[in-house]
């Protein structure tokens, strides 16, 4: 599995290398307070790498958190019951 990793992984880098190479046109990024010169190529690489980035963030927000509190409340109503329950069987054989 390793392997098909570094596989995609440079199959992904030579991709993000042909991209930079064939958009050798000058672009100018305007951003809020800033604005700077680069080739077409970076900035479609760094567009898509925000992208990436705001789409994880939405996920972990929408998806991750929440199900992480739902998995800490369970934990904790799990601790509260085996707490009343008292010691086990197995656990008074000392």
Known sequence: ????????????LAYG???????????????????????????IILSLLLGVVVGGLIVVATLVWPLYA????ANRSAAAAAGDAG????????
């Open 70 to 73: 739902k998995l800490r409340r």
């Open 87 to 94: 010691p086990s069987a197995a656990d008074s054989g000392r």
């Open 1 to 12: 599995m390793n392997m098909f990793r570094l596989v995609v992984a440079l199959l992904f």
């Open 17 to 43: 290398l042909i991209i930079g190479v064939l958009n050798t046109e000058q672009v100018t990024l305007k951003l809020l307070f800033t604005e700077f010169q680069t080739s077409s190529g970076v900035g």
